[in-house]
């Protein structure tokens, strides 16, 4: 297994969080792992993006410029990513801020309302948990189980946050698995 994954978006919307509890998720697993972190200097509301690789191979290079997948957690990471996911690839979009609809038959496009299932969840800070729920619905780059584990290292001691994490991770996994029924609870 060697997947390339880039997500992006802007400051405050937990991108590189998500980066890294998917290279957590991986280290969990004993893959190789690298997390890329890059952000404009303005960090909350600036540009930011991530890239993650997991494998089972040693990893030569920490960017990539054709990912596997991409996660875009909004417009201008939309035109700026989209167009870079390899053939057979997957793009995430968070439908909640995106409202352009990229077509594609070269890479398949998820729409998650990321937003929307955060408020449901009663937190909207957690889109990003909800994006990675998802992805992980439709790729298991990793198991769901080790997300969650990972979340659990990395939040400790933060049990609210951990809670409202999980609860948006959970999310966004069942609105894939069920085809876009939005179920919170």
């Known amino acids: 297994m060697h997947a390339e994954v880039v997500i992006a978006g802007f400051g405050g919307q937990g991108i590189l969080f998500l980066g890294r509890v ?59 990513f989209a167009s870079s996911v390899r053939k057979g690839g997957l793009l995430l979009v968070n439908s909640s801020l995106v409202s352009t609809s990229y077509q594609s038959s070269a890479v398949e496009v998820l729409e998650i309302p990321a937003n929307e299932l955060a408020k449901m969840v009663g937190n909207p800070r957690v889109i990003n948990m909800v994006m990675l729920g998802g992805l992980l619905a439709k790729r298991e780059l990793v198991k769901f189980a080790s997300a969650e584990k990972a979340l659990q290292n990395i939040l400790q001691g ?9 609860v948006a991770l959970r999310v966004g996994r069942d609105f894939v698995i069920k085809g876009g029924e939005i179920h919170v609870g």
């Open 158 to 166: 933060k049990e609210d946050l951990l809670e409202a994490n999980l």
């Open 22 to 80: 998917l290279a957590e998720a991986g280290m969990i697993e004993g893959y190789e792992v690298t997390w890329f972190p890059s952000y404009g200097p303005e960090m909350r509301g600036g540009t930011a993006n991530c890239t993650v690789i997991i494998s089972e191979e040693e990893i030569g290079a920490t960017v990539t410029a054709h990912p596997d997948i991409c996660v875009v957690m909004n417009e201008p990471s939309l035109r700026r």
